[in-house]
DNA sequence: TCGCGCATGTAAGTTGTTACATGATTTA
DNA sequence: TAAATCATGTAACAACTTACATGCGCGA
C-alpha cells in the first residue's frame, strides 16, 4: 500500500534516480522502508505513467543513462494529502520468533548460534545509526525541524536495535541455564 | 516466506482450526506473526493437498463442522528442517516513519496526534502482553524448556512496545519545541 | 434488535521476492 | 584479476490485502 508514499516522501526531499533510492533504502532509510531495486525500479516506470513523476534523463558515457525523478505537483499533492492520513502500524512476521514455538524440535545449542548472529547484525546496524547520528544529528537544537524530524525517525531504529540487543541478553541467559542443566 | 511455518509451528503446539489459529496469531502470537484469516484458510487447504497436514472434521449442529488441523509425519519433519536453518531478518516498513521524511508537508499538530494515537495503541498492547506473562509465565524457573521459549518470543514484543513508547516521548518533547516556538 | 463471536470460505487485485540479464569502471 | 560499484531493467512467481459471501446463537 505504500512503496509509493514511501517513494514520493524520499523524492521530496531530493530528487534521485531508482539506484540512489535503492541506496537509501538499504542505508539511511533502512528502519524506515525496505525495497529491492527492482520494486523500486517499477515503481518509478508505474508512478510517471501515473503522473505523479518527472522524469529528467542524465546522459553518461560508458554507463546507462540515469534517470533523475522529480516530484510533479500531482506527485506532491499525492504526498501532502497521505500524510495528513492516519496510518496503521506494520504487520509482525519475525521467523526467529516462529522459531521458539517450535518447542521440543528445537534445537538449544544451534537457537543460541542463531541468536549470537542476530545479535551480531543488530549490533552493525546499531553502529551505523549511531554514525549517521553523530555526522547528522549531532547538534538537534540548531538543526530545522525537518532533519529533527529525520532523526525522530533515525531514533526509533536505534531504540528499536537497543531492544533487540537487550532481549538477546535475555534469551542467552534462559538457553545457558537449559545447556548448563541438561548438556 | 513462511506463514507455512508459523502455521507448522502453531499445529506443533497443538490440533487447531483455522478459526483458532486466526484468534491466535491476532492475540498470543501477535507479535510473532500476522495473518487474515482469508490468507490462513488458504494456507491451511494448500498445505493439506502437499500432505503436511491432516484434517479431522468435528461436526457441529448449527454452525459449519469445525475442521481441526494437525501436522503430518511430513509436516513435523518439514518444520524440523526448517528451525535447523538459519533465519533472516523481517524487513522493515513504517507509514509512520515515512511520514518523518515529509518535511516541510508534514503538520506538526497533527503528526502530534498521530503519534499520540499510536502510543495508546502501543500501550494497550503492552498491557495485553504483560497480562499474558503474568498469567501464564509468571513462574519462569519451574516452567517446561517449550514454554520459557514462548515466553521470550512474547519478552520480545514487550521490550518492542516499551521501545515505542520511549520514543514516543522523544517525539512529543521534540513537537513540543516546535509547536512553542512557532505557534 | 443490533452487534459480536463462532466458523467457513472465494475472487480479484496489489505488493514483494527470486531469478535472469547486461556491461563498463573503480578498488583491493 | 577478482570483486564491488554504478546503472538499468524484465519475467515469473509467491505472498498479502481487500472485498464479497453465508448464517446461527448469545448477550446487552
Redo the contacts between chains.
Sequence with gaps: ??LK??VL??L??QPATGYDLTRNFRTR??????ASHQQIYRELAKMTEEGLLEVEEVPQESRPDRKLYRLSDAG?AS??TW??E???????????????????????A?LRE?IE??RR?WQEELGRYQDIEAEYFSKPEQVP??F???H??L??GI??M???L??AD??AG?LKD?LTSRP
Design positions: 500500500m505504500s508514499y514511501a516522501a524520499a521530496h526531499e532509510m533502512a528502519n524506515v522502508w525496505n506532491t504526498l501532502a500524510l495528513a492516519p496510518q496503521g502500524r506494520p504487520p509482525t512476521r519475525d521467523p526467529l520468533l516462529v522459531k521458539l514455538f517450535g518447542g521440543d524440535l528445537v534445537d538449544p544451534s542463531e548472529r542476530h547484525n525541524f525537518r529533527r524530524l529525520q525522530l525517525a531514533r526509533k531504540l528499536a537497543e531492544a533487540n537487550a532481549w535475555e534469551v534462559v537449559e
